[in-house]
């Protein structure tokens, strides 16, 4: 093989690469949506709420759906999930809803709670219909940095209590990680953008973009010149494998190649290798995974250094790689990134193992994977630095993300914060649910003073 076609774009017709990127899940129709919500048991404190990050009422939503209403449906959803219909699509529910589902048996299935939250959402969006009415201004204005699931839901919420907000947002578009870090196929690009526009239909808020913190705005400024500050900009950071090679052509960050697979509308424009290797055991190693394949590569391999288990990403997203024609090969962790003629060629790994007290350790044994592509896989982390250095009042850390307490309050008076910059579990939804919290939180003290 020339080492000109180990890389390539259009290894794909646009007819495949159409089918390959279109929505992955198929919608409920209305006949499927009643049979579906007829199966729910309606159950007295239901264990699928206490799932729910948002608290969503989700016997509520169903019985519903089962009597037409779906419209109600919809507004019980989003009056506790602003991002309900994202949710419907991103969130986790094999390990969320319905894995507590009653209905999870040996012989059933639980009830299909993300396609039902879909039908509902999905139905009041594309009727363009406007249920929440904001309260009468209070004249109090909140700053809300990052224009993400947390900052979105915050602003929204902070509107609905009559404040008015103004976001800022580094990127050109609104969104955060639905926008620009999440597979192509799970959220089309025109549902995340209809659902900011819906978001900011409510009106009371605004944002203003290509605004980043520490470079075109500061939190003393904000602080000084906002009545409240929400902070909610997400993960800047990529973690680095700090091997011999890493540099090469060829070895690249996964966030920054699923962004641009986002924002590409011509997918076969995206050169992607004939051999693609991923590290790490994430959604975002399964995604980029995965869409490697769709783009047309012939071989697409993730190594984990632990077990199934210990993987980020769930059975359900391994099986989809698995689906998909993907390799997943656990226990073992990249050493030496190996060139030939100034291009990556292969990676070698040795095989890990739990030691007796349960340190990864490593066996000795190597083996070597050919590879034109490799993809970097492994996490994101917390930039710290455009916050500035809080002057006299010091910004508490944990974990290397900002420290907040249960109503999203930080170490700084009038600053809140929420989303993958504080710590948890990086999902959507629990950075939805962090900036509601954060918006009661701060109504309830501009209320107050
Ligand atoms: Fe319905 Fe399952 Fe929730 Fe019970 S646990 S209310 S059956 S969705």
């Known amino acids: 093989m020339s080492d000109a076609g180990r890389i390539a774009a259009r290894r794909l017709g646009a007819e495949e690469l159409a089918r390959n990127f279109a929505d992955i899940h198929v919608p409920l129709d209305r006949e499927r949506a ?28 169903i019985r519903k759906i089962a009597t037409d209403n779906v419209k109600g449906a919809a507004v019980t959803i989003l009056g506790e999930n602003i991002m309900g219909g994202a949710c419907a699509r991103v969130c986790p529910v094999e390990i969320l809803c319905e894995s507590a589902c009653v209905r999870e048996t040996q012989e059933s299935r639980p009830i299909q709670i993300g396609a039902l939250q879909r039908y509902a959402t999905d139905w009041l969006f594309e009727r363009k219909l406007q249920p929440f009415i904001r309260a009468p201004s209070t004249g109090k204005r909140v700053a809300v940095v990052g224009a993400g699931p947390a900052g979105l839901a915050c602003a929204h919420r902070l509107a609905l209590r009559g404040h008015e907000v103004t976001i800022f ?41 290509g605004k980043a913190l520490g470079r075109d705005i500061s939190l003393s400024d904000l602080r000084r010149d906002f009545d409240a500050v929400f902070l909610g900009m997400g993960l800047a950071g990529t973690n ?19 962004e641009r697979l986002r924002q590409e509308p011509d997918k076969g424009a995206l050169e992607i290798g004939r051999r693609v290797v991923v590290i790490g055991g994430g959604n975002t190693a399964i995604d980029i995974a995965v869409q490697s394949k769709r783009l047309g590569a012939e071989d697409v391999t993730i190594v984990y250094r632990r077990g199934p288990d210990h993987m980020g990403a769930t059975w359900h997203e391994q099986e989809l790689a698995q689906t998909n024609g993907v390799t997943i090969k656990h226990w073992a962790r990249p050493l030496r990134l190996v060139a030939h003629q100034g291009r990556l060629k292969e990676v070698e790994f040795e095989y890990t193992q739990l030691d007796e007290r349960g340190r990864l350790t490593s066996t000795g044994d190597r083996f070597t994977l050919l590879a034109d592509m490799l993809f970097k896989a492994i996490g994101q982390n917390f930039v710290s630095a455009p916050l500035g250095n809080g002057g006299a009042e010091p910004l508490e850390f944990v974990g290397g993300r900002i ?19 504080v710590p948890g579990d990086d999902l959507t939804v629990s950075a939805v649910q962090d900036g509601k919290l954060a918006a009661e939180a701060i109504d309830r003290t501009l209320r107050s003073a």
């Open 403 to 421: 420290q907040v307490n249960a109503d999203r309050k930080t170490s700084l008076t009038g600053v809140w914060a929420g989303g993958d910059c």
């Open 34 to 61: 009643l049979i579906e919500a007829s199966r729910c048991y309606f159950c007295y404190d239901a264990p699928c709420i206490q799932a729910c990050p948002t608290g969503i009422d989700i016997p509520g939503f």
């Open 240 to 258: 680095a494998l700090a091997l011999e090679g890493e540099h090469l052509p060829g070895v690249m960050d996964a966030v920054a190649y699923i």
């Open 169 to 209: 947002e580094a990127r050109p578009k609104a969104g955060g990680l639905n926008e620009y870090g999440i597979a192509a196929y799970k959220v089309p690009a025109d549902f995340v953008q209809a659902e900011v526009a819906f978001i900011l239909g409510i009106g009371g808020l605004k944002i203003e973009f």
